[in-house]
């Protein structure tokens, strides 16, 4: 059975930091990009960052460059996101995805999402 199981979302206030963590099981970890997405009520789902499963370059959206920053554990099939000086707009629902590729905005497998407040 596939999992993505996320982690560590919270309240904050803003400025403030969280990591999330992503725990995969399931599927081959190696091979797929791992991505974190967003959506805020009303909002469209907005793909945040992505790394490589290849060579590990990672991408990220322009609204977070410079704040956060994803990783992975392989030998743990893990993924992170470091969230810095987090702004009320980065307020949503995360989600740890698979994609074929990180320039893709199709995903194989998600999971059910961790919510993060930032509080202004």
């Known amino acids: 059975e596939v999992q993505l199981v996320e982690s560590g979302g919270g309240l904050v206030q803003a400025g403030g930091s969280l990591r999330l963590s992503c725990a995969a099981s399931?599927?081959?970890?190696?091979?797929?990009?791992m991505a974190w997405v967003r959506q805020a009520p009303g909002k469209e789902r907005e793909g945040v960052s992505c790394?490589?499963?290849?060579?590990?370059?990672?991408y990220y959206a322009e609204s977070v460059k410079g704040r956060f920053t994803i990783s992975s554990d392989n030998a743990k099939n893990m993924v992170y996101l470091q969230m810095n000086s987090l702004k009320p707009e980065d307020t949503a629902v995360y989600y740890c995805?698979?994609?074929?590729?990180?320039?893709?905005?199709?995903?194989?497998?998600r999971g059910q999402g961790t919510q993060v407040t930032v509080s202004s």
């Open positions: 995805a698979a994609r074929r590729t990180c320039r893709s905005r199709l995903y194989v497998y």
């Open positions: 399931g599927f081959t970890f190696d091979d797929y990009n």
């Open positions: 790394i490589s499963s290849s060579d590990g370059s990672t």
